[in-house]
């Protein structure tokens, strides 16, 4: 359910959940032609922070986090670099190979952080409700007469599913509508 960009998104503006006094340099590092690093950031010791964000890390990932790793110290030689792997769930081999590697560990577990198993009796609407609400608001308000408009729903429906969500889910989404008022100029209606 929840993708890699959502991830990014939310730890970008979490970050000291994965360290206090994180700083973030760049997302979506281009590193040479090859790759891009999800997260490019710098700890409180100004040493280079290589995150590499997985919904499911397999040893594809052990693979891909070496290779960062050579590219680092060739662009930036000299340059002390930590390399740390954050997922959500993991093949059981993956801590000890990260141990082996020199690559710091991490397997995220926040309840703001839904997995797929929270959704599965939901229906595709709703689901698409939660997918709208995690890709484009990384986990702020949802505006209830846009997403009637996109999924022909009445707002009320829209309503009654961002409840249900909440209720059922971790999530805790908040409904916001841009309204015309009487001056015709949009505003914002918690």
């Avoid at 290589?50 to 060739?74: G, N, P, R, V």
């Avoid at 609407?125 to 890709?135: A, D, N, Q, R, T």
Wanted: charged content about 30%; hydrophobic content about 40%.
């Amino acid at each position: 359910m929840i993708s890699e960009f959502v991830l990014e998104n939310f730890l970008e503006k979490n970050l000291d959940l994965i360290e206090p006094g994180l700083r973030l340099l760049e997302r979506q590092f281009k590193i040479n032609n090859f790759g891009k690093i999800d997260l490019l950031c710098e700890d409180k010791n100004n040493t280079l922070i290589i995150i590499e964000l997985k919904t499911y890390a397999d040893y594809s990932t052990i693979d891909q986090i070496k290779w960062y790793k050579k590219a680092i110290f060739f662009k930036f030689p000299g340059n002390k670099a930590r390399f740390i792997l954050i997922c959500l769930s993991q093949n059981e081999r993956i801590p000890h190979l990260c141990k082996i590697n020199n690559i710091e560990f991490l397997q995220l577990k926040d309840k703001r952080i839904p997995i797929y198993t929270d959704f599965l009796d939901f229906s595709w609407k709703e689901k698409e409700i939660i997918s709208h609400f995690l890709s484009n608001t990384c986990f702020n308000n949802i505006d209830p007469l846009f997403l009637s408009d996109l999924y022909d729903m009445t707002v009320e429906e829209v309503e009654r599913i961002i409840a249900k969500i909440n209720k059922k889910t971790s999530l805790n989404i908040k409904s916001a509508s841009l309204k015309f008022t009487q001056s015709k100029k949009y505003s914002l209606e918690l």
